[in-house]
């Protein structure tokens, strides 16, 4: 693999400023397949673009920072961190929020999920590492 | 692996291991060979400190995300780099 130094980079146009990040943005992870990338950002939002063309598809809405956004193995679902406090899972197709994950007493600094999908993990300010059931939205006891 | 001029925020493997690419914050991003730590590329554009890197699961691509407010996706020709 070669990136060359500077790589030559163009500047696409944005569409609006709507969409673009309006502060820091603190993490992003690409898809399983490659074809998305999930930004997490200092302006509260979570935004899901096309890989290829810059575009974006949507945009998840926390109420304060977000730190991480990171996908599910099959891609289907994308968990986002946020200094609200919460962790949030959302449908990777549609935007659409699934779950909020409650029970940090401070910052969720990043959230991952599980290699079969099924639970997820959350670490936080709190000092504390929590373990959830990622359909029932339920804090596993550890 | 020193050539960064300020802090380094993230790393990350390439999916084979072959590659290591950095984020700092002196607004660059690099890829160093992860063997022989020899630096192979820095990617300037960000105008903001780099908060963050990682390879695409084929490898042949890199997120870059700064404090300028923007994500940058890199690939080997220099055509190829877009700003989200």
Redesign the interface.
């Known amino acids: ?12 146009p944005t569409a609006g400023n709507s969409e ?11 898809s ?3 074809k998305r ?1 999930a ?3 200092a ?1 509260c939002t979570s935004r899901l ?1 096309d ?1 290829e063309s ?1 575009r ?1 598809l949507a945009t998840l809405a926390h109420a304060a920072a977000v730190n991480t956004a990171n996908f599910s193995p099959n891609g289907k679902r994308i968990v986002t961190a946020s200094y609200d406090r919460t962790a949030k899972v959302w449908e990777t197709a549609t935007g659409t929020l699934l779950a909020t994950l409650t029970g940090h007493a401070g910052w969720v600094y990043t959230a991952a999920f599980s290699p079969d999908g099924k639970r997820i993990v959350t670490a936080g300010a709190d000092h504390t590492a929590m373990v959830w059931d990622a359909g029932r939205a339920i804090c596993l006891p550890l | 692996m020193a050539g960064h001029t300020l802090m380094i925020y993230a790393v990350s493997f ?1 999916p084979d291991g ?2 290591i690419v950095t984020a700092s914050a002196d607004k660059t991003a690099r ?1 160093w060979d992860s063997q022989t730590g020899r630096l ?6 960000h105008s ?1 400190r780099v ?2 890197v ?23 020709h ?2 190829n ?4």
Not at chain 1, 1 to 12: F, Q
Not at chain 2, 40 to 45: D, K, P, R
Not at chain 2, 62 to 72: F, K, L, N, W
Request: one cysteine or more; a positive charge.
């Open positions: 693999m070669t990136v060359r130094r500077g790589c030559g980079c163009r500047i696409r673009r990040p309006s502060g820091p943005v603190n993490q992003a992870s690409f399983p397949d490659g990338i930004t997490a950002g302006d673009w890989a810059g974006l | 390439s072959t590659h890829v192979l590329a820095t990617m300037t554009g903001g908060n963050y990682a390879f695409s699961p084929d490898g042949k691509r890199i997120v870059s995300v700064s404090d300028d407010g923007t994500a940058r996706v890199w690939m080997p220099p055509a780099c877009r700003q989200l």
